[in-house]
């Protein structure tokens, strides 16, 4: 069975740090890969998703990135963090090219101070 | 991409059924209606989804309307523990469609 990592469950990080939120899916391969922030109480924004290993698509200019540097690996990261990055980060994956449903992992919860 | 409009809340007594509304009035030919829900904090976890026909599982059953400008999720009997936001998002069949975007959601509050 398919299943999806995502760590660290909570984060405090100051300020102008950096970030590193890795999140991995097992039990299938070349799957959809998705990062989602939620502010409190609002709904999921799209931040970046992946249909492949090094293909990014970005949805909203800000201060993060995405990469995929293996096919069931995707990283989400900052240079510099914002107080406004703070926010329950969401990974998703689902099977490539069909239309099942995206399978979110349990979620990060950074706060920036 | 075609939007849903959700109410933002909803109530409802246990045991009694839930109506969740979601209007798609720009929806196209290929777009499948998926229905998503969202516990405290944790991920959202898959519904349901259709194309054109109702649809019935273990969890819900989904109305589609039939000119497929709208849908309802129905929860036939509202325990606590389906107090949860409820998203409605459009799919497409193309792959165009591995974009998928959530609007608000319906926070459902279930009552004792």
């Known amino acids: 069975s398919q299943t999806i990592h995502q760590w660290p469950a909570t984060l405090v990080q100051p300020v102008g740090s950096p970030l590193s939120l890795e999140c991995t899916v097992e039990?299938?391969?070349?799957?959809?890969l998705y990062w989602y922030r939620q502010a409190a109480g609002r709904g999921l924004q799209l931040l970046f998703y992946?249909?492949?290993?090094?293909?990014i698509s970005s949805e909203v200019p800000q201060n993060l990135s995405a990469s995929r540097p293996q096919d069931r690996q995707f990283i989400l990261s900052s240079k510099k963090l914002l107080l406004s990055d703070s926010g329950f980060y969401l990974c998703a994956w689902k099977r490539t090219g069909d239309n099942s449903p995206l399978h979110f992992g349990n979620g990060t919860r950074l706060t920036v101070t | 991409d075609a939007k849903t409009t959700q109410p933002n809340s909803m109530e409802s007594n246990e045991e009694e059924p839930v109506h969740l509304p979601c209007n798609h009035s720009?929806?196209?030919?290929?777009?499948?209606i998926h229905w998503y829900r969202q516990l405290p904090s944790q991920g959202p976890e898959y519904v349901i989804h259709?194309?054109?026909s109702n649809v019935n599982n273990r969890m819900a059953s989904l109305a589609i309307a039939e000119d497929r400008k709208s849908s309802t999720l129905i929860l036939h009997r509202a325990t606590l523990r389906d107090a949860a936001v409820y998203y409605c998002?459009?799919?497409?069949?193309?792959?165009?469609?591995?974009?998928?975007?959530f609007g608000g959601g319906t926070r459902v509050l279930v009552k004792p």
């Open positions: 992946s249909v492949g290993i090094g293909q």
């Open positions: 039990g299938t391969s070349n799957p959809n």
């Open positions: 720009t929806i196209s030919g290929t777009d499948y």
């Open positions: 259709g194309l054109t």
């Open positions: 998002i459009l799919r497409d069949v193309f792959p165009a469609g591995n974009k998928l975007t």
